[in-house]
């Protein structure tokens, strides 16, 4: 059978709609897009417009029938397409591991997943329950599966579900690769003549596993610390909080609301940490409880956002203040015996001061495109020699020997070591911000996002800018780089560390534009210094708004 996800040759959206309902597995989805076949047909457009594309982290799609959405229909061809892929390749019969998070439709998703890799001739191993992405990758690295695929949409809106797939390694898949993959899911028959078989193992060590691991994870001895944490309603509670004890944190509190999986996250309006108000709980909780570190992660527990009393009020840190934070942990405490040429890396929207941190200990230091299918890559192609990654988007790769990816709960075991031994010295996280500021200069560091309903106005403004680059930006000369064809992304760069880069979201229906500015301390003191480079941050704010027509 051909893809039949979008009409082609003359063939109507009705026509193509009602061949795949003949094709769907789900009585419900089929009566769900029956009824779009009678009543909307700019719905029924949209609904038959092709099946989603691989992007920065997999499938992404609202949880609805039809070509263009999460259902079991697509979640059936899809994995019959990845079979296909690897038996192609030689990994027929290789161990696929499964999991999911708690989203709509994720325990559907994961055992028709399973259920087709396991009629295909895989070892398939099903995670145990609900559980956080990162166990997902793990469990691919630890067993030296062919392949692990997570259902999940992270932090995406509740209607949205998803399809993370990982390769041999536990490693993100990248061109031509996706290619590849959307290929033979094109090539897939109907999903009613997909087999499907009830034959896999439940992976029940793999919690486990993975907690002793991350357990593992302090360099330090202290472990006097009180710390306040948010799930945000995603799957990540209980593997945190069991994290932390087996570290030898006990004091926890979380955030009561937020602690249980909801797929429909009734307490934030958008369950990402970074969003302004998802954390806001979670503040108020560590001033009630006097907590020394406040946790958010995201729903499937692969971000970590970390917060700490800034003087007399609770804020969350930036990404990129948690990443060289933890960078300088990981890099002072390193065992260069065992390391003897160790790999930190960023992208190239984070801040640079890890370049800076990164030749003061004497360690290779990379910057790659956005997403951590290019940063576990960092170096040589295959990220040989890594001990640290992250992206400014509250992504960190703590462990890359174990998980080669971000990992929220593993990130918040490290960092509640980390503020442990600063406790103990009676520092706090954002005095030790102020040290690398002091050090390194005021990275200033902000965003300006454009959320479309409609993406060509991405692809127009992208065009606009790519055909007349600017010249000058908030009063200074500036110099403009194309990434193309490695990336959809334009880098600004000016005097005083101005740098913008100007791109599409990998995720969401966004354009975003990240911003830098750097301001050395001087003789003025590094309280002056915050405030000229927060009012550069400001300006340049102001001048690319109203360069990508958002002012």
């Known amino acids: ?140 690295r630890a067993l030296d599966a062919v392949a692990g695929i997570q259902i999940t949409a992270s932090h995406n809106p509740p209607r949205d579900n998803g399809y993370k797939l990982y390769l041999r390694g536990g490693i993100h898949l990248v061109s031509p690769t996706d290619s590849e993959i959307e290929e033979a899911i094109a090539r897939a028959p109907g999903a009613n003549e997909v087999p499907r078989a009830a034959d896999w193992t439940v992976l029940e060590s793999a919690v486990d596993e993975y907690l002793d691991r991350v357990a593992s994870l302090p360099r330090g001895r202290s472990r006097t610390l009180r710390i306040a944490a948010t799930a945000l309603h995603g799957v990540g509670a209980e593997p945190l909080v069991e994290a932390l004890r087996r570290a030898g ?105 890890l370049r800076s941190l990164a030749a003061d200990h004497g360690v290779r230091y990379d910057e790659t495109p956005t997403g951590f299918k290019w940063l576990v890559r960092a170096g040589d192609g295959a990220g040989t020699g890594l001990v640290y990654a992250y992206e400014e988007a509250l992504g960190h790769c703590v462990d890359p020997d174990r998980v080669r990816d971000k990992d929220g709960i593993a990130t918040a075991v490290l960092a509640a070591d980390l503020a442990a031994t600063a406790k103990s010295r009676g520092r706090a996280l954002p005095d030790l911000v102020d040290e690398l500021s002091t050090a390194y200069g005021v990275h200033q560091t902000g965003q300006v996002s454009v959320r479309v309903t409609d993406l060509d106005v991405i692809d127009r403004t992208m065009r606009r800018l790519r055909a007349h680059p600017p010249t000058r930006l908030a009063g200074s000369e500036v110099a403009v780089d194309d990434l193309l064809p490695t990336t959809d992304a334009l880098v600004v760069r000016g005097a005083g560390g101005l740098r913008v880069v100007i791109r599409p979201s990998g995720t969401e229906p966004k354009l975003k534009c990240y911003l830098q500015v750097v301001e050395q301390v001087g003789d003025a003191g590094l309280a002056a210094t915050k405030g000229r480079a927060a009012d550069r941050l400001s300006a340049l704010r102001d001048a690319v708004s109203e360069l990508v027509g958002e002012a």
């Not at 691989?54 to 259902?71: D, E, H, I, Q, S």
């Not at 302004?276 to 499937?300: F, M, R, Y």
């Not at 917060?307 to 065992?335: F, P």
């Open 1 to 140: 059978m051909s893809d039949d996800s979008a009409p082609v040759g003359g063939t109507s959206h009705v026509e193509a709609a009602l061949r795949w309902i003949d094709a769907d597995v789900d009585p419900r989805a089929r009566a769900e897009l029956r009824e779009l076949v009678d009543t909307s047909a700019d719905e029924l457009a949209d609904r038959m417009s092709g099946m989603p594309r691989f992007g920065t982290a997999g499938l992404r799609a609202p949880v609805r029938a039809g070509a263009n959405g999460m259902n079991r229909a697509v979640v059936i061809r899809t994995t019959a397409g990845v079979a296909t892929w690897l038996r192609e390749r030689g990994f027929g019969g290789g161990t696929v591991v499964v999991g999911r998070d708690a989203r709509h439709g994720s325990e559907d998703f994961a055992h028709d997943t399973a259920g087709v890799l396991a009629a295909a001739g895989f070892d398939v191993r099903l995670l145990p329950a609900a559980l956080p992405t990162p166990v997902l990758a793990h469990a691919t």
């Open 249 to 353: 944190f006990t004091d926890v509190h979380l955030v009561a609301s937020q602690a249980r999986p909801d797929p429909d996250f009734p307490t934030v309006g958008f369950p990402n940490p970074e969003e302004p108000g998802a954390t806001d709980a979670l503040l108020e909780l560590a001033e009630a409880v006097d907590a020394d570190l406040a946790v958010a992660l995201d729903p499937d527990a692969d971000r970590c956002a970390l917060g700490a009393r800034d003087g007399g009020r609770w804020r969350m840190l930036s990404g990129d203040e948690t990443g060289v934070l933890l960078a300088r942990h990981i890099l002072s405490t390193l065992d260069r015996e065992a390391v003897p040429d160790p790999l930190v890396a960023t992208t190239v929207v984070s801040s640079t001061m």
